[in-house]
DNA sequence: AGACTGATGTCTACACCGTAGGTCTACGGA
DNA sequence: TCCGTAGACCTACGGTGTAGACATCAGTCT
């Protein structure tokens, strides 16, 4: 008996952790190899085998690996908390911003969860954990006296800005961090002078990229803006 | 003879089209692909088939799955022009906005693949396709008077406002088209009322979503604050 | 002419994947 | 006591990406 249960569960993590498997337990782990490996390492038997457990008992607890893939969005995106009671609206999205954007750099691999996997569910269908901010952000806005429609519009525009932003940031990789020189550290000395000139003499300005100052002025500009033409041109 | 060679090609396209099989080719069948069955339906071997080709015949121009899908990305990145001695900087940013708009929503399921590949990729590495329209922005707005550093602060902050525009665009499915009432239409009316009491009541706003228009005003709110704030903050 | 070389296409094979369908077990309520 | 049901497991099927060896052929050099 014990031979077969070993033998069911034979590389990897414990081979019967203990007590039964929950969701929350199967996205947990999915949500660390994720981040140890990258999405499309995670594969359903990779997960069972990190789990000790059969692969076909995943789909007890995920109808699908989309939806496992759902759930960890959702699980990430549980992180960002919004305080729809708030009175000082601004300040309150500009808290929401910095947690958005601490989440998803502490989770670079989810990023394409997050922003991809809404394109494939209409909104209503979309796990309930990733409607939670929407709707809490329009509780806040309608309480700052907006329009429902204006609220609307505005939490578009920060969270399309915070996407936008965000992957901005991820894609600010140094090629060779020992190197000193900025040119090879970003590999930039590969792409022809008389093609890329002005690419290649921002070398050192791509080098110092501030992601929290650039977020900051981000919002600055959106948020100064936002206010005056929001009524205006619905 | 005959035999064999239609035997290694035996469904779907052409068995051998003409001539060579060309890089191009490939990519151009591969996009049509996934423009139709969107990207995950697009394996190597079905690709081959649809060429009427080996699929290991793949291989040899492209490296990889994951370059052939750059590639996709690259075709379609390829359709952006941006005029880079435009002297009038705005209206040329807001052309190169319009386009890439444009862009996007002809070929929907390749958004993904445009946010999310050069995440995997340092920015000298990725195809030289993708690099053009920086380059060529970078162009306009120094031509224009920007320092280096503010060129490459406005670019970031278009482009992020675009990728998240066009990210939240395609977001807007509805989920019952035939449908007449809103909150039906958009399949609302499964959310819990007490807990999602704003989202439902905008039904109506959700539903007369106009992404051309909130372009315009996202780039509106953009463009008027980018000049005021670039060279003050760094 | 003949040999060599490199690009292109083809075939086979391997390890891995997602998951349909069925079975075994344990348990809680009737 | 029996039944229903939830959880776990096993087997099996039809796919996947791609390594590696081989075939074909155009061109180039001798």
Redesign the interface.
Known sequence: MEASSADSAPRGGEPHPDGKLTRERMLACALEMVDREGIDKLSMRGLARALGRDPMSLYRHAANKADLLDGVAETVLAELTVDPNDTDWVAQLRAVARQFRRIALSH?HV??LL??R??A?????RP?GT?RP??DV??LL?QAGFS??D???IY??V???????I??E??E???NPEETDDLLR??????PIH?????R??AS??ASYDGA??LE??L???L???PT?STS?M
């Open positions: 670079p990023v394409p922003v991809t809404p394109l569910t209409p909104l209503a269908l309930r409607l929407l709707e329009l509780a309608t429902g429609a609220a609307l519009h578009r525009a969270f399309g800005f915070l996407n936008g932003h992957l901005n991820l894609q990789i140094v090629e970003l590999g930039l000395h590969r792409l093609e890329f000139p002005n690419l003499s921002l300005v791509l100052a650039e002025r981000g600055d500009i959106l100064a803006g936002l033409v041109a």
